[in-house]
C-alpha cells in the first residue's frame, strides 16, 4: 500500500521525485532490510480492529496494521499515525 500511494502522490503532484516512480520504487526496493509484502488475511481483520478508533483512511489502517501484525516499526511523516498510540513509530 506504501508503494501505491507514492505512485498515487507523485501522479496528482503532491510529491516530487528525483526519477521515474517506477525507478524510485525499484530503488527502494533493494534498500537492504526493504521488502515488499503481500497483504495478507491478518492484516486486513486487524485493519478492521484497530484499538482507539484509529482514523478512517483505510490505506492508513493497512499500513498501521501491517506494522501491528510484522511487530516492526513505521517509519512516517503522518502526523495521524505519529500521534497514533498503538504502533511504534520512527518520524522520519
Not at 35 to 49: A, G, K
Amino acid at each position: 500500500m506504501s508503494c501505491w500511494e507514492i505512485a498515487k502522490k507523485a501522479e496528482i503532484g503532491k510529491l516530487v521525485l528525483d526519477r521515474p516512480v517506477q525507478d524510485w520504487l525499484d530503488g527502494a526496493l533493494r534498500l537492504p532490510d526493504v521488502q515488499l509484502l503481500d497483504l495478507s488475511m491478518p492484516i486486513v481483520i486487524e485493519s478492521t480492529r484497530l484499538p482507539q478508533g484509529f482514523h478512517r483512511d483505510p490505506i492508513d489502517q493497512i499500513i498501521v496494521a501491517t506494522a501491528r501484525v510484522l511487530k516492526c516499526p513505521l517509519f512516517t511523516r503522518d502526523r495521524k499515525i505519529l500521534q497514533y498510540p498503538n504502533v511504534v513509530t520512527i518520524k522520519v
